[in-house]
């Protein structure tokens, strides 16, 4: 999954915060969705726009943030 495709952080779109690519959907609101309990399909049938593809970006966005971080 090339989560590059997908995720895009523009200084003029949501004040740069990482979001998807031709929306102002960010990673953190559907990290947050999941973290609330909400499931792929509620998202999904919620934002239209989005794509399943979009959902395994934002988890592939937030793997590759973890690996980088130190602790």
Same mark, same amino acid.
């Given at each position: 999954?090339?989560?590059?495709?997908?995720? &895009?952080?523009?200084?003029? =779109?949501?004040?740069?915060?990482?979001?998807?690519?031709?929306?102002?959907?960010? &990673? $953190?609101?559907? &990290?947050?969705?999941?973290?609330?309990?909400?499931?792929?399909? +509620?998202?999904? $049938?919620?934002?239209? #726009?989005?794509?399943?593809?979009?959902? +395994?970006? =934002?988890?592939?966005?937030?793997?590759?943030? &973890? #690996? +980088?971080?130190?602790?």
């Amino acid at each position: 999954m090339n989560w590059q495709e997908h995720i &895009v952080s523009q200084n003029d =779109v949501l004040l740069g915060k990482p979001a998807i690519k031709g929306t102002r959907i960010s &990673v $953190d609101h559907i &990290v947050s969705l999941f973290a609330q309990g909400w499931n792929e399909k +509620q998202i999904l $049938d919620n934002y239209p #726009r989005l794509t399943e593809e979009n959902i +395994q970006a =934002v988890f592939a966005y937030d793997g590759t943030n &973890v #690996r +980088q971080r130190k602790y």
